[in-house]
């Protein structure tokens, strides 16, 4: 029953993975076109960052695929970098925004798109938890966790965009991206410090 059990755990950890990848690049696309189109650098930045969100899943994958606790050192690494390319490109992408005083366009869309991503990540960054507590797996926890994140910045995000929307705060979409960048930092040094 219990080889059962992490057969059964593995395929659900492996599921998730996929549908993570899947949603990060239909979200990755959607989010840089309508960035380059609205001359918002925190929808473009996070659109970017679906990449390096793909890249994680990606390795969750082999590790979840080769499962020794060498593949999962390398791994924890590899998303703790993940975290850290993410933030470098983020906040000086920002700060260049502020500095020249880019005004992004008002975006309805963006505000949909970032208000589903972050409820999908939500509760997708949810089941990799279970499922990594009951499987014991690093990885997958460290997963769960850059899910969060992601949900995180889905957030900081919306809220620059809501509010270069409603109240033509531009400077807000530039400031929730320096935030964000500083989150995923912190979060990239953890994992691999």
Same mark, same amino acid.
């Given at each position: $029953? #219990?080889?059962?059990?992490?057969t /059964?755990?593995?395929?659900r950890?492996?599921?998730?993975e +996929? &549908?993570?990848?899947?949603?990060?690049?239909?979200?990755?696309? !959607?989010? &840089?076109?309508? @960035?380059?189109?609205?001359?918002? !650098?925190?929808?473009l930045? +996070? @659109?970017?960052?679906? @990449?390096?969100?793909?890249?994680?899943?990606?390795v969750?994958?082999?590790d979840?695929k080769?499962?020794?606790?060498?593949?999962?050192?390398?791994?924890?690494? $590899?998303? @703790?970098?993940?975290?850290? =390319? !993410?933030? !470098? +490109?983020?906040?000086?992408?920002? &700060?260049?925004?502020?500095?020249? *005083?880019?005004? #992004?366009?008002?975006? +309805?869309?963006? &505000?949909? =798109?970032?208000?589903?991503?972050?409820?999908a990540?939500?509760?997708?960054?949810?089941?990799?938890?279970?499922?990594?507590? /009951?499987?014991?797996?690093?990885?997958?926890l460290?997963?769960? /966790?850059?899910?969060?994140?992601?949900a995180?910045l889905?957030?900081?995000?919306?809220?620059?965009?809501?509010?270069?929307?409603?109240?033509?705060?531009?400077w807000?979409? #530039?400031? $929730?991206?320096?935030?964000?960048?500083?989150?995923?930092?912190?979060? *990239?040094?953890?994992?691999?410090?």
């Open positions: $029953m #219990p080889q059962r059990q992490d /059964k755990l593995l395929k950890a492996l599921l998730l +996929y &549908i993570t990848i899947g949603w990060n690049i239909l979200e990755g696309i !959607v989010c &840089i076109l309508v @960035g380059i189109s609205t001359a918002s !650098v925190s929808l930045a +996070y @659109g970017l960052s679906s @990449g390096v969100e793909i890249f994680a899943s990606g969750v994958v082999w979840l080769g499962a020794n606790k060498q593949r999962e050192k390398i791994a924890l690494k $590899m998303i @703790g970098f993940s975290y850290i =390319i !993410v933030a !470098v +490109y983020v906040f000086f992408d920002a &700060i260049r925004s502020l500095l020249e *005083g880019n005004h #992004p366009d008002r975006t +309805y869309i963006g &505000i949909l =798109i970032l208000s589903c991503s972050a409820t990540m939500i509760i997708i960054g949810a089941a990799k938890y279970v499922v990594g507590k /009951k499987m014991k797996s690093a990885t997958v460290a997963d769960a /966790k850059f899910t969060y994140v992601d995180a889905s957030l900081a995000v919306l809220t620059g965009l809501a509010f270069n929307t409603i109240f033509g705060f531009w807000m979409d #530039p400031a $929730m991206a320096i935030f964000l960048a500083g989150f995923a930092f912190r979060e *990239g040094l953890r994992e691999i410090l």
